[in-house]
């Protein structure tokens, strides 16, 4: 959910863990609640936020979010907004 560059700074076991971190909270957390993911042996971590829950004219479900990753001591943080897709999975809108 984050962007391309800090994408490639996480290895695949990262993108997992914050994917399956990602999914989990923007369905089942309620608004300000945050959820944390760790990778033991990258050392690399992060957050993720729901923000606000709202239903499109369409009546699609959307919730704005934010998403930090701590890589190497540093924190990057992220603001979007993911919808609920016919599966049930939750895609990025921006």
Do not use: F, H
Request: negative net charge; contains cysteine; aromatic residues 8%.
């Amino acid at each position: 959910l984050l962007g391309q560059e800090l994408g490639r700074s996480l290895d695949r076991a990262d993108r997992i863990a914050m994917g399956q971190n990602a999914q989990y909270s923007l369905e089942y957390s309620p608004s300000d609640e945050t959820t944390k993911w760790t990778n033991p042996d990258s050392g690399n971590s992060g957050s993720m936020t729901p923000l606000k829950t709202y239903q499109t004219a369409s009546g699609e479900y959307c919730r704005e979010y934010q998403q930090t990753v701590q890589i190497g001591g540093k924190t990057e943080k992220a603001y979007g907004t993911a919808c609920r897709q016919p599966d049930g999975s939750w895609m990025v809108q921006n």
